[in-house]
């Protein structure tokens, strides 16, 4: 913290996990969708294969200095960014 090369450095390390663990979450179809800018992270997850209290467990033991916190809503909106996303019900003509 405090060093110009500090965020360089995170940059880094969070791309390495992406490389690896994410990578192999999507492969695996745990995960459907995977978008982060900066340190904000959304992940749509496959509710057949995982959940979220499995995703952050997984998250946190890449490393123990790391914590990440998950927010969950079970509400039909959330805010990511600058945009709000929405769930829908699936229709058909």
């Not at 998250?59 to 709000?84: A, R, S």
């Amino acid at each position: 913290m405090g060093s110009p090369l500090s965020g360089y450095l995170a940059e880094i390390y969070i791309q390495e996990i992406e490389e690896t663990d994410v990578k192999q979450w999507l492969e695996n179809k745990e995960i459907i969708y995977y978008k982060r800018y900066v340190d904000d992270i959304f992940i749509l997850y496959n509710q057949s294969k995982t959940n979220e209290i499995q995703i952050l467990d997984k998250i946190n033991k890449i490393n123990k200095h790391l914590q990440t916190k998950m927010n969950t809503k079970k509400e039909e909106k959330i805010q990511f960014l600058d945009l709000t996303v929405s769930k829908k019900k699936n229709t058909c003509p």
